[in-house]
Nanobody
Framework: EVQLVESGGGLVQTGGSLRLSCVAS????????IGWFRQAPGKEREGVSC????????YLADSVEGRFTTSSDNAKNTVYLQMNSLKPEDTAVYYC?????????????????????WGKGTLVTVSS
């Protein structure tokens, strides 16, 4: 059974940090790209990051560039999203997702068109 399990969300003050984890099982971790997406209430889902294990490349949305990083521990089948300098606008449910490769729309934004598997999400709340 394929599973993606996120953890690490919570309540943090503006300027604080959180590290989200996504533990994958049930598929060959190294063959997939792992993306982080977020959705705030009343807003569309947004691609935050994508880590492509096959080419050892990471991508970040412009909105989080310089504040967030993504990394993986292949021995643990885990991808992390380190979030620093958090802002209230980062408040959302964060989902990790697996796909064969990272996908981008015509504007270069990370998109979810190729997602095979989704986690259930973890809530991040940034207070002002």
């Amino acid at each position: 059974e394929v599973q993606l399990v996120e953890s690490g969300g919570g309540l943090v003050q503006t300027g604080g940090s959180l590290r989200l984890s996504c533990v994958a099982s049930g598929f060959t971790f190294g063959d997939y790209a792992i993306g982080w997406f977020r959705q705030a209430p009343g807003k569309e889902r947004e691609g935050v990051s994508c880590l492509d294990n096959s080419v050892r490349t990471t991508y970040l949305a412009d909105s989080v560039e310089g504040r967030f990083t993504t990394s993986s521990d292949n021995a643990k089948n885990t991808v992390y999203l380190q979030m620093n300098s958090l802002k209230p606008e980062d408040t959302a449910v964060y989902y990790c997702a697996a796909e064969p490769r990272c996908n981008f729309d015509s504007e270069g934004k990370i998109e979810s068109i190729g997602i095979n598997y989704w986690g259930k999400g973890t809530l991040v709340t940034v207070s002002s």
